[in-house]
């Protein structure tokens, strides 16, 4: 009983994956970057990723034989190769980084997706993240 405890305490204290909970405010600063890139502002994108992802990088949702991944719910069929299905892997990344709190690799493919799909790839676009924006705004940037 007492080494169950203990290894129940190591998961706890140091998890696989760093994974991360954002606030709003918190995922502003971080894709602040991302504000334009193909004519999409940071509220539209913030709003996109609240609804498919609520914020949180270790969202993993399966759908139709495809499994998604992180705060922008990329999916191995086309953008990132797991173990589940073969996968044209555009993005060239192991799906398991999205996963992550490093941000990075996660908008280095969503831009890919954008280029390539436009923003209605991440379907909550167009009913719920195309206006009426403010709510998505941080003051704190």
């Not at 555009?90 to 709190?101: G, H, Q, V």
């Not at 996660?106 to 890919?112: I, S, Y």
Request: include cysteine.
């Amino acid at each position: 009983m007492m080494s169950f405890l203990s290894l129940l305490l190591v998961g706890i204290l140091f998890p696989a994956l760093e994974a991360k909970q954002f606030t709003k405010c918190e995922l502003s600063q971080v894709l602040k970057d991302m504000d334009g890139y193909g004519g999409v502002t940071l509220p539209e994108w913030i709003c996109n990723i609240f609804h498919v992802s609520g914020y949180d990088t270790q969202t993993m949702v399966s759908n139709n034989g495809k499994t998604e991944y992180g705060l922008f719910q990329i999916n191995n069929k086309l953008w990132c190769r797991d173990n589940q299905i073969q996968s044209r892997n555009i993005c060239d990344i192991s799906c398991d980084k999205f996963l992550d709190d490093d941000l990075t690799d996660d908008m280095m493919c969503a831009k890919k997706i954008l280029d390539s799909e436009g923003i209605d790839y991440w379907l909550p676009h167009k009913p719920l993240c195309s206006e009426k924006l403010e709510q998505w705004l941080c003051e704190k940037l």
